[in-house]
């Protein structure tokens, strides 16, 4: 278990990102919504949020996320819905450290959610199980139980239903985030979308690695995506993660990858992180599995 801060300094937990290692569609739900088969796997590389307890219950986050207003930062929404699961006046200041891109696909919102649950979960000493925060992160969006379970996983339904896969390989990525913003209501939406792979089991889906099948309409709407892909595409196979809209590589090393990277354009925005089965928010409140 996390150490409590001690004096009520701040206790501080990534957010890590993830990646979307394959998503197939499989089809779409009579709510609109589609069902997936994806394989989430953290890196070791994402935000941090800070966290010091208040007795008044009051919210505090800094910065502000522009373009996102206080109660809709996913921060903010999570602690709102802990408030709720206690009759005590629970407040924290809370300081983010925003690395990742949004829109990117890297799940930064819902992993900030998460640690969000976790923290809190922590420091109001509300002693939640992981089922029952996987449950309240489930309501801030589709991607949020993985993180709040730390677990590399395979996920079926909408990204809910989760089987974890310790057995995945850790390699290192180079990840380049193309400086577009993809909206992913447009993707799920678009006519052209592959929406009837056929479901496969897990082992196949370690075994043959799958593709994203988002990625074609991705770098159609947006060819920026599609250019990002060709070029890294010359140097190691390349795929897009979530609805993008970044892209990634694998690597055996992390100087195989620094050195891809440095041979990228200067304009393209890039980070080189290490594939983790276990999220690095998990190994700082829980301790390595
Ligand atoms: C597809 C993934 C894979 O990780 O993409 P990324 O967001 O990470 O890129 C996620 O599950 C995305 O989940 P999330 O980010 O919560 O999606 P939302 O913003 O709620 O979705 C925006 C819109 O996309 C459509 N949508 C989303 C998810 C889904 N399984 N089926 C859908 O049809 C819906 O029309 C929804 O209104
Ligand atoms: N703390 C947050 N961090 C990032 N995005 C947030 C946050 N709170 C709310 N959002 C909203 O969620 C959207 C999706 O963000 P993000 O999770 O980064 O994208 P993606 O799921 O594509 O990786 C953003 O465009 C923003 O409007």
């Known amino acids: 278990m996390a150490e409590l801060p001690e004096h009520n300094s701040w206790l501080s937990v990534p957010a890590p990102a993830k990646l979307n290692l394959m998503l197939h569609i499989t089809g779409r739900r009579d709510d609109g919504y589609h069902n997936l088969q994806t394989l989430f796997q953290f890196v070791d590389y994402g935000d941090e949020l800070h966290f010091k307890l208040r007795n008044d219950g009051e919210l505090t986050l800094t910065p502000a996320i522009e373009g996102v207003s206080f109660e809709d930062n996913l921060i903010i929404r999570a602690a709102r ?54 449950a309240i992160g489930l309501s801030l969006g589709a991607d949020v139980p993985v993180f709040v379970r730390g677990e590399a996983a395979f996920a079926e339904g909408v990204g809910e239903i989760l089987t974890p896969v310790p057995e995945l390989a850790e390699p290192w990525y180079l990840v380049v985030c193309p400086q577009v913003h993809v909206n992913t209501g447009k993707i799920f939406s678009h006519e052209g979308l592959t929406r009837d792979s056929d479901p496969i089991n897990i082992r196949t889906a370690l075994r043959q690695g799958g593709r994203n099948d988002c990625q074609a ?71 390595p599995s």
């Open 217 to 287: 309409i991705v770098s159609m709407l947006y060819p920026e995506v599609g250019n990002t892909l060709n070029l890294l595409n010359k140097f190691s196979f390349a795929k897009m993660t979530g609805t993008g809209a970044c892209i990634f590589s694998s690597f055996g090393s992390e100087t195989e990858a620094i050195s891809v990277s440095a041979q990228l354009p200067a304009e393209y925005k890039v980070f080189v992180a290490k594939g983790v089965n276990q999220s690095p928010a998990h190994k700082v409140l829980f301790g």
């Open 81 to 134: 819905l802990l408030q709720k699961k206690s009759e005590k006046k629970l407040g924290a200041d809370i300081r983010l450290d925003k690395k990742l891109p949004m829109g990117g696909g890297l799940g930064g919102g819902s992993s900030d959610a998460a640690t969000t649950l976790l923290a809190l979960n922590t420091l109001w000493d509300l002693q939640l199980s992981l089922d029952e925060l996987a």
